[in-house]
């Protein structure tokens, strides 16, 4: 099983690193689709590598979750599920909102100064109607920053190193047909404020709600993909709503 670190880009050493480095690129740039299957004598040859090579790259990619191999089938890039998605995003829920109130209390005034010139370049970006700049880049490194700024070693690993791969794979195939652009904007503004006044608490509740707002924006995604409507909800969460329907 591979080390959290091993499924982050790398300066090449081997032949295998440089292959990895640019099928994990393209899966999670949307070059390869979901549910794409892995050829190893196409993919062998458009790389000019051997096929041990592209085979210990594909294991790295299976063993961080973006490649799965099925028997009789083969290895295929990771399939679309909305339950795995939802699973995600309340986790990151949870986790961001603790890290916004850490960061509220660890992060230096020139840092937070930072999160604040962030925000403006998505205001600008924005403006420019450059939405996908927005969604691979300015996002991202917003968010980065802020679990950075906790100081929590763990928190940072498990949402830097074990999630956001996955969370960069789903953004490229839900989020960008449906971009919140402003709304995201606004909500960023508001978390970083909260952070100016160091207003911990106020910081968690607001990334608690972005990142709830970005769940339901990818959910109504999915939706209009799949053509039909799904709940994506934990089976607490839909006895919750029915009990709350039938009250």
Do not use: W
């Amino acid at each position: 099983m591979a080390t959290a670190s091993s499924c982050e880009e790398q300066e090449p050493v081997t032949i295998a690193d440089r292959v990895f480095n640019q099928l994990r690129e393209a899966i999670l740039g949307g070059k390869m689709a979901p549910g794409q299957k892995i050829s190893e004598p196409e993919l062998a040859s458009s790389y000019g590598v051997s096929r041990g090579s592209l085979r210990e790259a594909i294991a790295r990619l299976e063993s961080c979750n973006l490649v799965e191999r099925k028997p009789n089938v083969g290895a295929r890039v990771i399939t679309l599920s909305i339950e795995e998605l939802m699973e995600i995003y309340h986790i990151r829920e949870a986790l961001e909102g603790m890290a916004a109130r850490l960061a509220a209390d660890n992060m230096e005034t020139e840092e937070i100064t930072e999160l604040r010139k962030i925000v403006e370049t998505q205001r600008k970006e924005i403006s420019g109607g450059n939405y996908a700049y927005f969604l691979k880049e300015v996002d991202l490194d917003f968010h980065f920053r802020i679990i950075q700024g906790s100081r929590n070693r763990r928190l940072i690993r498990l949402l830097c190193k074990d999630l956001y791969d996955l969370v960069r794979f789903y953004r490229a195939s839900f989020s960008a047909s449906s971009p919140r652009p402003e709304e995201a904007y606004q909500e960023h503004s508001a978390i970083v404020a909260a952070m100016e006044r160091g207003d911990g608490e106020m910081a968690e509740l607001l990334m608690r709600h972005h990142i709830r707002a970005s769940r339901e924006n990818a959910r109504r995604s999915f939706e209009a993909m799949q053509g039909e409507p799904v709940t994506g909800q934990s089976a607490r969460e839909q006895t919750m709503q029915a009990r709350t329907n039938a009250s």
